[in-house]
């Protein structure tokens, strides 16, 4: 079915499976709109700890079983905010747990396209027998956020409600917006522009990377994101990076503080940081003296 952007998928899910109450497992941190979304529908946030491989499915086992659960939502590849990705093992082991414990997984996949090295994850949906993942995509980073066209590929039973939730909204999304992605899509252009995009990100992701690695204090520590847009930064405990954000606008630099990243509050020492959208200069300006306000912070 096709959606106005992946964001209406998320909140069908919502419409269609939470009641009040109900409890909904995510990463911890995950993406600040799902967490919006599934508010509005009264959910009951668990959250499930994180690792390189993303998602710990024995923790999201052990306390599904404790707590039980409706549903999982989960940014498998190339993470919002962590960059992070699913293991290819964990991708299989999670519908078993799916499956013992009655709950819907919600795959939101945004980003999977948007690899620059590394091997191919296939998605979890592709690994769904009984039905009971949604996989929601997405041509918002790969051709234009504006045109606000999604999908979402589930099986019959539940498509047919969301149809219904869907109606009551905006009847249909765009039509103008779905032909020019579909003529794209058709034309010999678009993989051209895939491929485009793809190294223009890489380069930017890496000179990034470079420019934070001869900038940022020690006490800053990231990964190297393979594909998506953001780089997250965890600084040591006890900082506020929410207060750290008007010190970096008053200098014109934008990030954004983890604190909204995470179901249940409590973590004010994170960053997100994209490195898609500026130019190569505005990155050299930003992350240099991002780097000095942060040094001054620790006082290194
Ligand atoms: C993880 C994730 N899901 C969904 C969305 C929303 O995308 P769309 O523009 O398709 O609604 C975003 C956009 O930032 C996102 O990062």
């Given at each position: 079915?096709?959606?106005?952007?992946s964001?209406?998928g998320?909140?069908?899910?919502?419409?269609?499976?939470?009641?009040?109450?109900?409890?909904v497992w995510?990463?911890?941190p995950?993406?600040?709109?799902?967490?919006?979304?599934y508010?509005?529908?009264?959910a009951?946030?668990?959250?499930v700890?994180?690792?390189?491989?993303?998602?710990?499915?024995?923790?999201?086992?052990?306390?599904?079983?404790e707590?039980?659960?409706?549903?999982?939502?989960?940014?498998?590849?190339?993470?919002n905010p962590?960059?992070?990705?699913?293991?290819?093992?964990r991708r299989?082991?999670?519908?078993?747990?799916l499956e013992?414990?009655?709950?819907i997984?919600?795959?939101?996949?945004?980003?999977?396209?948007?690899?620059?090295?590394g091997e191919v994850?296939?998605?979890?949906?592709?690994?769904?027998?009984?039905?009971?993942?949604?996989?929601l995509?997405?041509?918002?980073k790969t051709?234009?956020?504006g045109?606000?066209?999604g999908?979402?590929?589930?099986?019959?039973?539940?498509?047919?409600?969301?149809?219904?939730?869907?109606?009551t909204?905006?009847?249909h999304?765009?039509?103008l917006s779905?032909?020019l992605?579909?003529?794209?899509l058709?034309?010999?252009t678009y993989?051209?522009?895939?491929?485009?995009?793809?190294?223009?990100?890489?380069?930017?992701?890496d000179?990034?990377?470079?420019l934070?690695?001869?900038?940022f204090?020690?006490?800053?520590?990231?990964?190297?994101p393979?594909?998506?847009?953001?780089?997250?930064?965890?600084f040591p405990q006890g900082?506020?990076?929410?207060?750290?954000?008007?010190?970096?606008?008053d200098?014109?630099?934008?990030?954004?503080p983890g604190a909204?990243?995470?179901?249940l509050?409590?973590?004010?020492?994170?960053?997100r940081?994209?490195?898609s959208?500026?130019?190569?200069?505005?990155?050299e300006?930003?992350i240099?003296k991002?780097?000095?306000?942060?040094k001054?912070?620790?006082?290194?």
């Amino acid at each position: 079915m096709l959606t106005t952007g992946s964001q209406q998928g998320i909140d069908l899910c919502g419409k269609v499976f939470i009641n009040p109450g109900d409890n909904v497992w995510v990463e911890n941190p995950t993406y600040l709109a799902a967490i919006q979304i599934y508010k509005v529908y009264n959910a009951c946030f668990n959250t499930v700890i994180t690792d390189k491989d993303g998602m710990d499915i024995d923790a999201l086992k052990q306390g599904a079983a404790e707590n039980g659960g409706k549903l999982v939502y989960t940014v498998p590849t190339f993470q919002n905010p962590t960059g992070k990705s699913l293991s290819l093992e964990r991708r299989k082991a999670i519908i078993e747990c799916l499956e013992d414990n009655d709950m819907i997984l919600v795959e939101d996949d945004p980003y999977s396209d948007l690899r620059y090295e590394g091997e191919v994850l296939p998605p979890i949906k592709s690994f769904d027998t009984s039905g009971r993942v949604v996989y929601l995509g997405s041509f918002s980073k790969t051709i234009a956020p504006g045109l606000r066209t999604g999908y979402i590929v589930a099986n019959e039973e539940i498509l047919a409600k969301m149809m219904v939730g869907k109606q009551t909204v905006d009847l249909h999304s765009n039509a103008l917006s779905q032909v020019l992605i579909y003529e794209y899509l058709k034309s010999e252009t678009y993989d051209a522009h895939l491929e485009s995009i793809k190294l223009l990100y890489k380069n930017k992701r890496d000179k990034m990377l470079n420019l934070m690695q001869a900038h940022f204090p020690d006490c800053a520590k990231w990964e190297k994101p393979q594909g998506g847009m953001f780089i997250w930064v965890e600084f040591p405990q006890g900082v506020s990076m929410t207060e750290f954000l008007s010190v970096a606008m008053d200098e014109k630099i934008a990030f954004i503080p983890g604190a909204s990243f995470y179901a249940l509050g409590g973590t004010d020492n994170t960053m997100r940081l994209n490195f898609s959208n500026s130019t190569e200069a505005d990155m050299e300006k930003g992350i240099k003296k991002l780097g000095e306000l942060l040094k001054k912070l620790f006082n290194k």
